[in-house]
């Protein structure tokens, strides 16, 4: 063999070992690519959002997120939050999206929005002996609420001419406090979504008497930075409404509505955000 042939030969066999080099490189990239992960931001509120006895987040939102992301070819981590902070957070960057069981009524300019995707009534609730019955038997009572939620704003503004004039109006950062207050009596009342104050009598045997008489029924939806340049919130939009119609997100809702006072029995009532008013 000349010279030649031999040089020729080597570039050969070096050529080969690159480009089979290069195909298995491609190969394992494609093989462990990860997928883009969603940032979603929520607070500590059962049965939205909560962790479960294993220290993982689970809940309504999570899986209704993680499913419909999933769909969209999203992974997606949960932030645990400081719900006053929501929307400093995601105008920032630091999270995606909130879903945290967020009602969209008076909010519609403040984010881009993904929903309604479920219905809920915000309600009060009094302790099982309480004579407390309707609305109007809260004038000059004491009465709780989570800090920038749906309730704190109804009695502070009193714009709905059935709320009266409380005694007192108790505002907390933290969902849990709440209960605290209305167990303990230092509070006559409560207002909280009604899912979630049937998940608190659920997991510590309360006794609390939820009135007939809802404050205000809500759409609930997923609130994106009013900058969001991807169109996440259209197509999750889209993604929640197949899952409504295909019978998944009833699915979901179902698994924590089995509540022993049945308050909450049929998921399909908190889908019918088609009969919902034009926020």
């Known amino acids: 063999m000349t010279i030649k042939k031999v040089i020729n030969t080597g570039l050969f066999l070096t050529c080969l070992v690159m480009c089979l080099s290069g195909c298995g490189k491609t190969d394992r990239i494609s093989d462990t ?8 931001g929520s607070d500590s509120y059962p049965p939205y ?16 997120a993680t499913e419909a992301f999933g769909r969209m070819g999203y992974d997606v981590e949960i932030v645990n939050i400081d719900w006053e902070k929501k929307q400093e957070l995601v105008e920032n960057g630091d999270i995606d999206c909130i879903m945290g069981c967020f009602s969209m009524k008076g909010r519609l300019d403040d984010y881009k929005w993904a929903g309604p995707y479920m219905v809920s009534n915000q309600v009060v609730a009094v302790n099982e002996n309480s004579d407390i019955y309707t609305l109007s038997d809260l004038e000059g009572k004491t009465l709780a609420v989570q800090s920038t939620t749906k309730p704190e704003g109804i009695f502070l503004k009193r714009t709905d001419s059935r709320i009266p004039k409380l005694g007192n109006l108790i505002s907390l950062e933290h969902r849990e406090l709440i209960y605290t207050f209305l167990g303990k009596g230092y509070a006559d009342a409560i207002g909280a979504h009604e899912e979630s104050v049937i998940q608190y009598m659920k997991d510590y045997d309360a006794k609390f008497r939820i009135l007939d008489e809802p404050l205000m029924t809500v759409g609930i939806g997923v609130a994106f930075s009013k900058n969001e340049t991807r169109d996440l919130p259209e197509k999750l939009e889209q993604t929640l409404d197949e899952m409504r119609e295909d019978g998944t997100s009833a699915k979901i809702i179902g698994k924590y509505l089995d509540d022993p006072e049945k308050y909450l029995d049929d998921p399909e009532k908190y889908l019918e955000v088609d009969q919902l008013e034009e926020e």
Request: hydrophobic share 40%; no cysteine; net charge negative.
């Open 33 to 40: 690519a990860e997928r883009s992960v969603i940032k979603l």
């Open 49 to 64: 959002n909560y962790l479960n006895e294993d220290g993982v987040p689970t809940g309504i939102d999570v899986e209704l």
